[in-house]
């Protein structure tokens, strides 16, 4: 945790306590740079998140979803199930970080292009296509030679 008084990135916690009957945890940490001390809470998440469609109907988040559109772009790539789980982590932490309830499958196909084309060439190019739909070869390899540029 950042100290907020002079932005060092690890502070120490002092005493941590439970309150609310166990659902929040109250920490009281220290600076060791600054001296500066301050309080943090830690509950549990329990806000639901919702993905909207592209046609604007409402599903229930679900991260098993994610994780299949990893593995199958993934497929044959010589991947384990570890790092894909953990590719699906750090998009999930990242859409529950964010101040939203509603989640666009746009977002989400984002978020995993984003950490796509950071591992693996092809498994991007393999979502992509998929995920902005091409209808034509036209399409396809405009989307290709733009990613040799970049
Ligand atoms: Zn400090």
Redesign the pocket.
Known sequence: MK?P??E?AE?GVKDSRTTNEGSIVRRRRY?G??G?RFTTFERIQTRELVVVKRSGAKRPFDRTKIEKSIATALRKRSFSQKQIGEINDRIILELESDNTREITTRKIGKLIMKELVKIDPVAYIRFASVYKDFTNIEDFTRFISKLQKD
Do not use: E, L, N, V
């Open positions: 100290c008084f002079c060092k502070t600076c740079k600054c500066g």
